[in-house]
């Protein structure tokens, strides 16, 4: 009779012993040399873990076979983040639906036009080397990343309005993707960036008002091995460019693809002769739809021609 309630009591000890040391170990196969870094690098997972100690605050899972990384509540000192080098083709940061407990938690990290974050405090963000096709998404719900590192994936189209409310980003890696075009406004409101890079993809022209929001903001912007197309649409930008270089500002370096006169040639060393439209001789006049955005400035001149005048934009 004695001897069963000793038993009991330390049958419910070792359970709690048992609990608490898994708590504070690390995973298997992942390593553990300071208290909030999980690093988990090139340890062959195929899944990422979806449960978290609270107290992680640096996760490595880079070189991996990852194809996804949702965690299934906030991580509110999940700071540093490393996926590069796995196969993700989309990754979202929003709490997905139906998982974790996201209605008792309380909504504030409840954005009304975004999600819920699983990294709301994230600073660093890094997914290189993977097959992203877009930027990832609830960006937005990460108020505070000040690096977002996506080179070398296949990202070929950047949404307008993705990047509006990172305004803590410093470093935006974008290097060796398949990005064609930008939206005019799309980095204005990253008012800390010091560094754009999109060299390698397949930019053929940049807006001016996208030059003159990255001027003002005064990144170092890396332009390198795109498409650029030197035709008569550049002359606005390379006027911006050369006004800006002559005031002993940083000059960007854009070389020219195409014509393949130009080919090679810096934008900044050309004159506006030489960046011509192409118009068949006594062929019809050249029109263009030109879209002005709100905001913005455009110049037309105008000549007197018949009985009316004749405007273009310069
Ligand atoms: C994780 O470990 C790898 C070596 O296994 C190392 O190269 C990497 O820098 C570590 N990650 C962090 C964030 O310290």
Redesign the pocket.
Known sequence: MAGTPGRFLAAVLLLVSSGLHRSSTCPDSC?CPRAP?L?C??TGLSSAPRLLRDSVA?L?LSHNLLDSVSLDQPHRNLRDL?LGDNRIARLSLCVERNRGRRRLRGSRTWRGRGCESWAPALQLLSVERNQLQQLPQGLDGSESLQVLQLSFNRISTLRPGELRHLRQLKELHLQHNLISSLHPQMFQDLVQLRVLDLSFNMLTSLHPLTHLSLRNIGADVRLGGNRWQCDCSMRSLRRRMAFDGSRGLQAWSLVCASPSVLSGRNLLQLEDDDLNCFRTENGPELHRDVTVYRGSEILLSCAPQGNSHKCTIT
């Open positions: 390593t870094l690093n690098s090139s640096e490595d490393w």
